[in-house]
């Protein structure tokens, strides 16, 4: 046993070290050699061992990033056949399991990275015109619905993953999610205002989309399939329509006899619980009146705000389900680190909005940005007891377009 330990700690050191050549401006071909002796048998879960390791240790997650489709293509040899059987267990029954979902709407990828593009690509090389630039736009649009695709990945499937303790792969694969989105939206951009979009430029997205499909397929699934239980891949499905899918219509329910029972009988002690809680005669007695548990849900839920707050311990803890929703919520976010709630490349921002907020340098911070036809107010608020302690951080985001559009006054009621 302690020397297969011993084999395991010896490659895994070997694989950092072959990373660490490559982040030191060694090519691929110059360590190839050396990782094709090493590797026979790798596993995914040594690579995510390994990317653990060069963060604990330090290494910003950006440089991993970097690094990211250098190393997947020097892994791709070693463990493409791994894998590739082990979430294709589901019975007919589960046709609709998340994993089945993600390689369906993978599948509609790759049949726009194959045909559609280079399909409408070639007759727009030809002849740069209104005409031929419209089959490509109407391409790349249909591709940049992958964000949908992106965010159940981030917003599902990652706050499980970091309850298992997988930390660093979801940080380097949403950073180079929002890589790939850049991409996208760059040649769409172009697109429609009748720019010039480079055969380079495609086969540079059509890259990274594949091997972001090459990754999740070959190195998260199989990762997640040893990890995830059945009351979580429940929970995921149960969340994944609010975000939507990519690419393959309308989705099914996941149906199997064990997982409804368990569902139904988790939705029927949830009910019980929820029931009795807002529903309850007592009331939560505030500086100025009272309300009850359902009353005061209402009341959160009825404001046209979108409210998060997030405790002390910088873990979200609660958020409105209002109808007018600005950024994705799903309830598989409760209880995560806040830090681990946004892109890489933003996470220093939070972490210091965060801390200007509980040392009490600000009570406040306030940005505002476009969303497509929205003007999103966003607002950061130290929460604190009358005894000024720091209680956590409340976060308000709102679409204040109508309000800016506002002029005169109206005094009489609507029709």
Same mark, same amino acid.
């Given at each position: 046993?302690?020397?297969?330990?011993?084999?395991?700690?010896?490659?895994?050191?070997?694989?950092?070290?072959?990373?660490?050549?490559?982040?030191?401006?060694?090519?691929?071909?110059?360590?190839?050699e050396?990782?094709?002796?090493?590797?026979?048998?790798?596993?995914a879960?040594?690579?995510?061992?390994?990317?653990?390791?060069?963060?604990?240790?330090?290494?910003?997650?950006?440089?991993?990033?970097?690094?990211?489709?250098?190393?997947?293509?020097?892994?791709?040899?070693?463990?493409?056949?791994?894998?590739?059987?082990?979430?294709?267990?589901?019975?007919?029954?589960?046709?609709?399991?998340?994993?089945?979902?993600?390689?369906?709407?993978?599948?509609?990828?790759?049949?726009?990275?194959?045909?559609?593009?280079?399909?409408?690509?070639?007759?727009?090389?030809?002849?740069?015109?209104?005409?031929?630039?419209?089959?490509?736009?109407?391409?790349?649009?249909?591709?940049?619905?992958?964000?949908?695709?992106?965010?159940?990945?981030e917003?599902?499937?990652?706050?499980?993953?970091?309850?298992?303790?997988?930390t660093?792969?979801?940080?380097?694969?949403?950073?180079?999610?929002?890589?790939?989105?850049?991409?996208?939206?760059?040649?769409?951009?172009?697109?429609?205002?009748?720019?010039?979009v480079?055969?380079?430029?495609?086969?540079? @997205?059509?890259e $990274?989309? /594949?091997?972001? =499909?090459?990754? *999740?397929?070959?190195?998260?699934? #199989?990762?997640?399939?040893?990890?995830?239980?059945?009351?979580?891949?429940?929970?995921?499905?149960?969340?994944?329509?609010?975000?939507?899918?990519?690419?393959?219509?309308?989705?099914?329910?996941?149906?199997?006899?064990?997982?409804?029972?368990?569902?139904?009988?988790?939705?029927?002690?949830?009910?019980?619980?929820?029931?009795?809680?807002?529903?309850?005669?007592?009331?939560?007695?505030?500086?100025?009146?009272?309300l009850?548990a359902?009353?005061?849900?209402?009341?959160?839920?009825?404001v046209?705000?979108?409210?998060?707050?997030?405790?002390?311990?910088?873990?979200?803890?609660y958020?409105?389900?209002?109808?007018?929703? @600005?950024?994705? $919520?799903? /309830?598989?976010? =409760?209880?995560? *680190?806040?830090?681990?709630?946004? #892109?890489?490349?933003?996470?220093?921002?939070?972490?210091?909005?965060?801390?200007?907020?509980?040392?009490?340098?600000?009570?406040h911070?306030?940005?505002?940005?476009?969303?497509?036809?929205?003007?999103?107010?966003?607002?950061?608020?130290?929460?604190?007891?009358?005894?000024?302690?720091?209680?956590g951080t409340?976060?308000?985001?709102?679409?204040?377009?109508?309000?800016?559009?506002?002029?005169?006054?109206k005094?009489l009621?609507?029709?």
């Amino acid at each position: 046993m302690s020397e297969l330990i011993n084999n395991r700690e010896y490659r895994q050191q070997k694989l950092k070290e072959l990373i660490m050549k490559l982040h030191d401006g060694a090519s691929v071909e110059q360590v190839k050699e050396e990782f094709s002796i090493l590797t026979k048998g790798v596993t995914a879960s040594e690579i995510t061992e390994m990317e653990q390791v060069l963060v604990d240790e330090g290494m910003p997650v950006s440089e991993i990033q970097r690094l990211c489709d250098v190393h997947s293509a020097v892994f791709r040899g070693s463990i493409d056949d791994i894998h590739k059987d082990d979430y294709n267990h589901f019975g007919k029954s589960e046709d609709w399991h998340p994993l089945n979902v993600f390689k369906m709407e993978n599948r509609a990828i790759e049949q726009i990275l194959d045909e559609e593009i280079p399909n409408s690509l070639q007759g727009y090389a030809n002849e740069k015109s209104a005409h031929t630039r419209k089959p490509l736009l109407f391409a790349v649009q249909k591709l940049s619905t992958i964000d949908k695709h992106y965010k159940r990945k981030e917003n599902l499937i990652f706050p499980y993953m970091e309850k298992h303790g997988i930390t660093a792969p979801p940080k380097v694969m949403w950073g180079v999610d929002d890589e790939i989105r850049e991409l996208i939206k760059s040649a769409l951009n172009k697109l429609q205002s009748d720019g010039e979009v480079s055969k380079e430029e495609l086969a540079t @997205i059509t890259e $990274r989309v /594949k091997e972001m =499909i090459f990754k *999740e397929e070959n190195i998260m699934i #199989p990762m997640i399939i040893e990890k995830f239980t059945t009351d979580e891949w429940v929970e995921i499905e149960g969340s994944s329509e609010e975000i939507g899918y990519t690419l393959i219509g309308e989705v099914g329910r996941w149906k199997t006899d064990s997982n409804e029972i368990e569902k139904a009988a988790r939705e029927k002690e949830t009910g019980k619980a929820s029931s009795a809680s807002l529903n309850s005669s007592s009331q939560i007695e505030f500086d100025a009146g009272s309300l009850s548990a359902e009353e005061l849900n209402a009341i959160l839920n009825t404001v046209p705000i979108d409210m998060t707050f997030v405790g002390a311990d910088n873990r979200v803890k609660y958020f409105t389900q209002g109808k007018e929703r @600005i950024f994705e $919520r799903p /309830k598989t976010i =409760i209880g995560r *680190e806040v830090k681990n709630c946004h #892109p890489p490349k933003s996470v220093h921002i939070v972490e210091q909005i965060v801390e200007d907020l509980r040392s009490g340098k600000k009570d406040h911070e306030d940005f505002w940005i476009r969303m497509g036809g929205l003007f999103v107010y966003i607002r950061y608020f130290a929460v604190r007891n009358k005894l000024g302690e720091f209680m956590g951080t409340l976060e308000i985001s709102q679409n204040i377009k109508p309000i800016t559009e506002l002029e005169g006054e109206k005094r009489l009621l609507s029709e």
